[in-house]
């Protein structure tokens, strides 16, 4: 791990400039300039609702800055979770047709994501405090006809995060415990990580070589136990060296 971070200089979209606004992430490394990049969508409070098309910025590393982007399409809010898919290495919009199940479903209690590498669909009965959930996944990329309900799961006011890719997935229960959900044998373990239900994000990457070598390189926990241990140590031996 190369443990580095770095804080980002504030978009040119925030709460002084546009007023109060929802915003989406999302991160990667430009392929051919091996660039990191981050993407933000702004949706501007109005007074009938969030607007669109959001505010686009993009961040590269290499620039330092943000950029605004200026686009045609339209987009549309999908707001449970401002979840987000990358499949099949597709950037920008793509318009693909859910199953016919979905028709007349409220698109806010659906949330897009990937599992074990096919396009899924979440299916929450409610908004807020969802007591279940369908999962559907389009077993051939593109094909509405290859859609299939996998599972329904019981959550009792959790979230579902993502695919562990053994499988179980990861959820949040509404005590805000991490979970790890057995499919198969639906079977729950509780896992020891607390927060509230929607303070926990998992996200699917891709490993690279491409490294990050701006930011500031930070300590792991045990380099810093090293570093402290060293430290004791030292000044240990000043006091006997005092003493002396």
Partial sequence: MIRRSLTLPLPCCTLDSYGPS???????????????????????????????????????????????????????????????????????????????????????NMSAAVFGGSLTILQYDSRIWASSCSIWVMKEYGIVESWSNQFNINLGGGVVLGDRGNGELLLSTISGDLASYNCGAEEWLIM?????KDSFYAGSYTESLILLTEGNKGLGREASMVSSASSSADEESGREDEGV
């Fill in 22 to 108: 929802m915003f989406a992430l999302g991160f990667g490394v430009d392929p051919k300039t091996k660039d990191h990049k981050v993407v933000r969508l702004a949706y501007v409070q109005g007074d009938e609702g969030y607007e669109v098309p959001p505010v686009v910025e993009v961040f590269s590393l290499h620039l330092g800055s943000w950029r605004g982007i200026h686009s045609a399409v339209s987009y549309n809010i999908t707001e449970y979770f401002w979840s987000q898919a990358l499949i099949n290495g597709v950037r920008g919009i793509r318009r693909i047709e859910i199953a016919r199940e979905f028709s007349g479903a409220s698109p806010i």
């Fill in 192 to 196: 020891e990580k607390w927060g509230t």
